[in-house]
């Protein structure tokens, strides 16, 4: 067999594993998941609407937050006609505090596509079109309600499977999304796809859980590579790509005679509740010359009165997910403006180190002597 690609390669050796694996692993785990089911409203029912909600209810929400709104949601709309009779109103207001509210608005607006198709889909193809239902969710119900032979893969699948066959391949990315349905596929007994199923789900949910995994009483334990190598909380691998953004900071140092101004960060944002010198935001790379005559800049400072000093420029300081670009100059005025357009303070320069200021800041003062 010739395989010409490493992705193949990859997959190939997987779906080796999951055949040779497949006595182990999922006959030990639905074992474990007849001692350790949860007993919960939506398990007993081959009913798919009912697990629709559930499966849609749990998406980012945990078991024991959704389980009331799942009751509510049930007894004030115990079918699909009766969801797609309601108004969007009525479905936001039960759903009010459970966040992520286009959930709501999809389930709404696909309670309306069964009604029109004449009734629950029961073909994962058809069940996938519905708004708002993704592989995960369509496999859940394909496989609960129908019995059809479709492998879930949530956070907890990604994290019992890559730590079992220690899988370095990132979760988050297209390939290992697509490296790991294909395992969880291959895994599937024949014939016990639901069970399968919620036997992985509440596995990772009870068993191995994200930390202090329960390995000392786990019965995968002898095949588990994660474990064998002492590598339980190096799985799942995630791709460390993260979106680094740039912004541009152009601080400065107001002073009048010898107190100088600060504020105080009142927005969701960066450093909130600390303090820093006057501060202009600029969308790209802004030179002194060009920002000394920018309308965003207060006409006190832009005014000849104004003594100003470029101190610095360039200065980047890395943040997890942005990194800053700061140029500082200090400005020198005869009076206090009140017109900064946000509430200033007054500080005495010796008193600086009594406010908390960004570590951006402080060593910007330390390297010009300003505290
Ligand atoms: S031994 Fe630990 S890490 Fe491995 S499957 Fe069991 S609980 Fe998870």
Do not use: F, L
């Given at each position: 067999m010739l395989l010409g690609t490493l992705k193949e390669l990859i997959l190939y050796r997987l779906s080796v594993f999951a055949r040779m694996k497949d006595y182990n692993f999922a006959y030990k785990l639905l074992a474990w998941y007849q001692e350790n089911r949860r007993v919960l409203p939506?398990?007993?029912?081959?009913?798919p609407y009912m697990i629709w909600i559930s499966e849609i209810i749990l998406q980012q929400t945990r078991v024991v937050q959704g389980y009331d709104y799942f009751l509510r949601f049930m007894a004030r709309f115990p079918d699909v006609d009766a969801l797609a009779a309601a108004s969007e109103d009525e479905v936001l207001k039960c759903w009010q505090g459970l966040g992520y509210y286009s959930r709501a608005r999809n389930l709404h607006a696909a309670a309306r596509q069964i009604v029109e198709w004449g009734g629950f889909p029961e073909r994962y193809e058809n069940i996938r079109q519905l708004k708002g239902v993704g592989d995960y969710t369509a496999a859940a119900i394909a496989s609960f309600a129908f019995g059809l032979p479709h492998a879930v893969v949530d956070g907890n699948v990604y994290r019992v499977l890559s730590r079992y066959y220690g899988i370095?391949?990132?979760?988050?990315t297209g390939h290992g999304k697509k490296c790991f349905a294909a395992l969880a596929q291959e895994l599937l007994p024949e014939g016990k796809a639901a069970d399968y199923n919620q036997a992985v789900m509440d596995f990772g949910a009870l068993q191995c859980v994200p930390k202090n995994p329960k390995c000392g009483e786990c019965p995968l334990v002898g095949g588990c590579i994660a474990f064998r190598d002492k590598r339980v909380q190096g799985f799942p691998v995630k791709s460390r790509a993260l979106t680094v953004t740039e912004r541009y900071l152009h601080y400065m140092y107001i002073e009048v005679g010898e107190e100088i101004a600060v504020f105080r960060r009142e927005a969701n944002d960066i450093w909130k509740g600390l303090y820093e010198p006057f501060l202009v935001e600029t969308p790209t790379v802004c030179a002194p010359e060009d920002l000394l005559v920018d309308k965003k800049v207060p006409s006190f400072i832009r005014s000849d009165k104004a003594v100003k000093t470029y101190l610095c420029g360039g200065v980047r300081h890395q943040l997890t997910h942005r990194t800053l670009i700061c140029d500082f100059y200090k400005v020198e005025l005869e009076d206090k403006p009140d017109d900064f357009g946000r509430s200033a303070c007054w500080v005495k320069k010796g008193e600086l180190p009594n406010y908390a200021f960004p570590r951006l800041v402080v060593m910007l003062f330390e390297k010009f002597g300003l505290w």
């Open positions: 939506w398990r007993d029912t081959h009913d370095e391949e990132p979760i988050d």
